[in-house]
């Protein structure tokens, strides 16, 4: 008798699943019926089809392989086959966001938003801050030029008016030496006609 777990394609989960439905061994699935088959979770038309043939194969050839001295020790011992070490699926499943994964997620967001929002807010107000010192710069800069072109016209003023001063005190001394000169001279005059 060979076990179902020898037929090629049969596992543990579904071994279990025909020896509850009655397939406790490799030859009662050789000589089941597709539709018997059918019956065990799992297993479709297709695939009964391939277990049967399969089971049909494992019972052909087991009793050839051996030789009677392994038949010996497999009589002492019950033949079980190791089903080879099946690696877990390294399917990742994808990421699902809890709810406080997904608020904290939002709150950064939020966060980076604001301090961006903030950055652009103090780079603009120090633009606008730059821009009125470069224009307070600028108007003193002419305020000064204006005050030293006022000065300079001031000076010229004053120069200007010291001249006339200077010319008129020459012109003025001339006049009264020339006035003092005339009423000496009417003086004279009166005197001679006087006389």
Excluded: C, H, W, Y
């Amino acid at each position: 008798m060979t076990a179902v777990t020898d037929v090629n394609g049969v596992g543990e989960a579904l071994g279990q699943a025909l020896i509850a439905n009655g397939f406790k061994t490799a030859e009662a699935v050789a000589s089941a019926s597709p539709d018997d088959l059918v019956k065990v979770p799992r297993i479709g038309a297709a695939r009964a089809l391939i277990l049967i043939a399969a089971a049909k194969e494992a019972i052909a050839t087991k009793p050839a392989a051996k030789s009677s001295a392994a038949a010996k020790t497999a009589a002492a011992k019950p033949a079980t086959r190791r089903a080879p070490a099946r690696k877990p699926a390294t399917r990742r499943p994808a990421a699902r966001k809890t709810v406080a994964a997904a608020a904290a997620e939002k709150r950064a967001e939020d966060a980076a938003r604001k301090a961006a929002e903030e950055k652009a807010a103090a780079e603009a107000k120090a633009r606008k801050k730059a821009k009125a010192k470069a224009k307070a710069e600028k108007a003193a800069k002419k305020l000064q030029e204006m005050e030293a072109a006022f000065s300079k016209a001031k000076d010229k003023v004053k120069a200007k008016v010291k001249k006339k001063d200077k010319k008129s005190k020459k012109g003025g001394k001339k006049k009264d030496d020339a006035k003092k000169d005339k009423k000496k001279d009417k003086k004279k005059d009166k005197k001679k006609t006087k006389k």
